[in-house]
């Protein structure tokens, strides 16, 4: 007897080798596969801005890569009590001194920017459809940055906002690197302070859209919130704020990342690299 649904790993025209040059964009779950790949000695750019939930942030990432002659300070840029902050950066970017959070933000946008154009595979995790727009600036934001609730509207993107705006960029990246491949995939973390209900009508909406942007050569679909919610349905593959997938669960959907995107070939480097690295964890705690 089955007791749950098992989906193979899917299959794709290319492949992901140690001569890749691969980015990642997105939510938390984003720096879980993107600290597979460093882990695993990949040549590899994960979240650039810092953490980006919404597609429109995330969207505009990439645009701002493409060309950071784009970057608008004084529309990014602002000053809270203790802390300067960018509206297109996660918090970790924040700095209490300004030419220490402008230079940080240059340097990080000119290098990212550099690995773009180089990029083979860019893999886009949408997290949730909900935004949040700083009123005075008329400006959706990647971060709030406890800056007081009054100053922010929030409001749920449609499939159409999404789409459209994410059409023309991608149209745009495959005439700087025509041979880029576009993985979307859609974040299994539950977004739980929006509402249960308001989760799940997030995420269908996220999954119109990426089923929308799926439409050519270079753009494919991942099923990461598929693997946790259909795959491993169960609350033992949660973290202990039953938001987040563990350690277990972000394995198992490592593993079929590796299933789906290596070779043969690739597939042994990985275990040797692996390997290796448990041989120099065992030594460093021998020695300490």
């Known amino acids: 007897m089955l007791f749950r649904s098992n989906i193979p790993a899917p299959e794709y025209p290319f492949k992901i080798d140690y001569n890749s040059t691969i980015?990642?964009?997105?939510?938390?779950?984003?720096?879980?596969?993107?600290?597979?790949?460093?882990?695993?000695?990949?040549?590899?750019?994960?979240?650039?801005?810092?953490?980006?939930f919404n597609p429109i942030s995330i969207e505009r990432s990439l645009r701002l890569l493409m060309n950071p002659d784009l970057f608008d300070k004084d529309r990014y840029f602002y000053k809270t009590r203790d802390l300067w902050v960018s509206f297109a950066h996660h918090g970790r970017f924040s700095r209490e001194n300004f030419e220490d959070f402008e230079q940080n933000i240059m340097e990080q946008?000119?290098?990212?920017?550099?690995?773009?154009h180089r990029t083979d595979v860019l893999f886009i995790t949408f997290g949730t459809a909900f935004c949040y727009k700083f009123i005075p600036r008329d400006l959706i934001v990647s971060n709030c940055h406890k800056i007081p609730n009054h100053q922010f509207q929030r409001f749920r993107l449609s499939e159409?906002?999404?789409v459209t705006q994410w059409k023309d960029t991608i149209d745009q990246l495959l005439a700087v690197r025509p041979?880029?491949?576009?993985?979307?995939?859609?974040?299994?973390?539950r977004h739980v302070g929006d509402g249960l209900h308001e989760n799940t009508l997030s995420k269908a909406v996220l999954?119109?859209?990426?089923?929308?942007?799926?439409?050519?050569?270079?753009?494919?679909?991942?099923?990461?919130?598929?693997?946790?919610?259909?795959?491993?349905?169960?609350?033992?593959?949660?973290?202990?704020?039953?938001?987040?997938?563990?350690?277990?669960?972000v394995e198992y959907i490592e593993e079929k990342v590796a299933e789906s995107f290596f070779d043969p070939q690739t597939t042994e480097q990985v275990r040797l690299v692996a390997q290796q690295n448990?041989?120099?964890n065992h030594r460093r705690l021998r020695v300490e």
């Open 109 to 116: 946008l000119e290098l990212a920017s550099g690995f773009l």
């Open 278 to 280: 448990k041989f120099r």
């Open 179 to 189: 041979d880029l491949k576009i993985v979307f995939t859609v974040s299994p973390v």
């Open 160 to 162: 159409k906002q999404i």
């Open 23 to 52: 980015m990642l964009l997105g939510s938390c779950f984003s720096d879980n596969i993107g600290n597979y790949f460093a882990r695993h000695q990949f040549n590899v750019n994960s979240n650039p801005f810092g953490v980006l």
């Open 207 to 249: 999954l119109l859209a990426t089923e929308k942007l799926v439409d050519n050569e270079h753009t494919f679909y991942f099923p990461s919130y598929e693997y946790l919610m259909d795959d491993l349905r169960d609350y033992r593959f949660y973290a202990k704020d039953l938001y987040h997938p563990n350690d277990l669960a």
